[in-house]
């Protein structure tokens, strides 16, 4: 299940984040056309311009244009929209795989922006309702198949309930190795534990900063120094906190 806590709103002139992550989903709004460097996410990234269209661009592929699109894990790449627009992130284990970007035409984006919430041409909205988009999602690309529930608790631990526990500490909760555990969430998730862990602590950053600044955002979600939260958002995203922040 998809939950969301605090409820969001489209702003006018405001490029940055308003809705704060929940345990497997985050979901932030830009009010302008805005493009992300290269980037490898270890999680489906959903973007949903409101009135324009997504551009994605492969190391040596033609560029992929659409009304939406929808971008499968770890895949290298950087992404533009035209317009303001939604992005949903969703953790991987909740889609099917997919080693291609999914084009979305403009009728599954209006579905999808109306049943998170969104409701006028410029983006505004009242409270992201995260399950019925996941429903929405689901319809597009099927269901996935169940986790290992050693796998789940183990991810639970480290991106969730516990994130500065120790991986051989998980290993031994889930009654396995940590060799065994790692190649088992390789196996079922296709993204190392540890890269698991950190997208959890950019997550957790990433809904302080509207009120905190990145050094003591990065403090918070267990980073070593604000350097390493620059480093893991342009990895996994493209750009940095502070073009995250008001």
């Known amino acids: 299940m998809i939950r969301s806590p605090r409820a969001w709103a489209l702003e006018q002139n405001d ?16 009010t302008r056309p ?21 551009e994605l661009l492969q190391p040596g592929q033609p560029m992929v244009t659409a009304p ?13 929209a035209t317009s303001p627009y939604i992005a949903l992130f969703i953790d991987s284990w909740l889609l099917p795989y997919r080693s ?6 403009a009728g599954e984006v209006r579905r999808l922006l109306a049943a998170l919430g969104t409701t006028d041409s410029d983006g ?23 986790l290992d529930p050693r796998v789940a608790h183990a991810i639970h631990l ?28 390789r196996e079922d998730v296709g993204i190392a534990l540890a890269r698991l862990r950190r997208w959890g602590r950019l997550r ?7 009120d905190s600044t ?7 979600a267990g980073f070593a120094d604000q350097a390493h939260l620059i480093r893991t958002a342009q990895d996994f995203l493209g750009r940095t906190p502070a073009s995250l922040r008001r």
């Open 214 to 220: 990145a050094a003591l955002a990065a403090a918070t």
């Open 100 to 105: 291609a970007p999914i084009r979305l035409d």
């Open 15 to 30: 490029r940055r984040i308003v809705f704060a992550s929940g345990p497997e989903a985050t979901m932030f709004a830009e």
């Open 68 to 80: 939406g699109l929808m971008v499968p894990p770890q895949l290298a790449h950087t992404c533009a």
């Open 124 to 146: 505004a909205g009242t409270c992201a309702d995260l399950t019925a988009g996941y429903s929405e999602l689901q319809a597009l690309t099927g269901r996935p198949r169940p």
């Open 204 to 210: 957790t950053a990433i809904a302080d900063l509207p």
């Open 158 to 185: 480290c991106t969730s309930r516990d994130p500065d526990m120790p991986i051989t500490s998980i290993a031994h909760e889930v009654g396995l190795s940590s060799p065994r555990l790692r190649a088992l969430v």
């Open 34 to 54: 805005f493009r992300v460097a290269q980037h490898r996410l270890p999680a489906w990234k959903a973007v949903l311009p409101i009135g324009g269209h997504a």
